[in-house]
């Protein structure tokens, strides 16, 4: 028995989720046709799918797990359960019109024609606002639709805005905020239960080691306690004593965010002989 996770085949999400997978340390053989891909190091199947199906087949249970876009989970509005936000394919939902209107709040959008391909999300938000619009669904290039006279706002994807900004269009609202996540279905075996735990505590362990480094520095002994201070660690620091009478090696690890803002600390400290070394993994 496998556990089967569902991912883009191609397109933003896929390549973030095959390295998710591979950092893991799951290797994946992909089949001929790149339908179904198998593990041998870990019961787990996976299927390569378009990203808008992902959480309809998750739902049935034909695969267990997903790996989509927070916006697609809210769009199918399917009966899956989120297991675990991912941190990437950040971007959002927002509601755009060209930049010459003149837009003082979002009744502007009443009696208007929004292009979108996100009919649900929108027409909620509509709703909860009061606003009535007419949703113009599209798959695609949705960004066009006013200059064409589809459309005179549109309800899309922004990551940058510089789509926006090359068809003269302005952001005035934003209505949601996504990223990619775990999805599961809602009746998994106890067995799957177990595999989906082992894949989840993989990934947090892969989570937590990155951007941490393993440090190792020398100071006077004199200097240790205010050394010390400037690095925790996970549990405190291991000190060794140095061949040299008076002197300790400093072994902890740091996060690399943290490590320029003390390393003119540590120096003035006394510290010498700085050591910084990448670490493959960290379990707490
Ligand atoms: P498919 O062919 O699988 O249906 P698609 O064209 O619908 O693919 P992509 O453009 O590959 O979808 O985007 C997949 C997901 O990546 C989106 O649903 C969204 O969650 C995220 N995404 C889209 N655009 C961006 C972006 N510019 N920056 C970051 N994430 C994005
Ligand atoms: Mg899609």
């Given at each position: 028995m496998s556990l089967r996770l569902a991912i883009q085949?191609?397109?933003?999400?896929s390549e973030k989720s095959l390295e998710l997978i591979a950092e893991c340390d799951i290797k994946i053989d992909q089949g001929k046709r790149k339908l179904i891909g198998v593990s041998n190091d870990y019961p787990l199947e996976i299927l390569y799918l378009r990203d808008d199906d992902i959480p309809q087949y998750v739902a049935d249970g034909v695969a267990d797990i997903g790996i989509v876009g927070e916006n697609e989970v809210m769009e199918k509005d399917?009966?899956?359960?989120?297991?675990?936000?991912?941190?990437?394919?950040k971007c959002r939902l927002s509601l755009a019109i060209p930049k010459d209107e003149d837009y003082?709040?979002?009744?502007?959008?009443?009696g208007k024609r929004i292009a979108t391909s996100y009919p649900h999300i929108l027409k909620n938000f509509l709703n909860e606002k009061g606003i009535k619009a007419d949703i113009e669904e599209i798959?695609?290039?949705?960004?066009i639709a006013p200059s064409i006279g589809l459309a005179e706002g549109i309800f899309d994807i922004v990551s940058s805005g510089s789509t926006l900004v090359s068809n003269r269009l302005k952001e005035v609202e934003i209505v949601m905020q996504s990223e990619a996540m775990i999805i599961s279905s809602k009746n998994l075996s106890a067995e799957k239960q177990a595999l989906l735990d082992g894949l989840l505590f993989r990934i947090q362990t892969v989570q937590e080691s990155k951007g941490n480094k393993y440090i190792l520095l020398n100071a006077p002994n004199d200097k240790l306690p205010e050394i010390i201070k400037l690095l925790p660690g996970m549990k405190s620091p291991t000190i060794l004593p140095l061949h040299l009478e008076g002197w300790s090696s400093i072994h902890t690890v740091i996060n690399e965010k943290e490590f320029w803002g003390i390393i003119d600390k540590l120096k003035t400290h006394g510290a010498e002989g700085i050591l910084v070394i990448p670490i493959e993994k960290m379990i707490k």
């Open positions: 085949k191609s397109g933003r999400l399917k009966n899956v359960k989120i297991v675990k936000r991912l941190g990437f394919s003082q709040g979002v009744e502007w959008f009443n798959s695609g290039s949705v960004e």
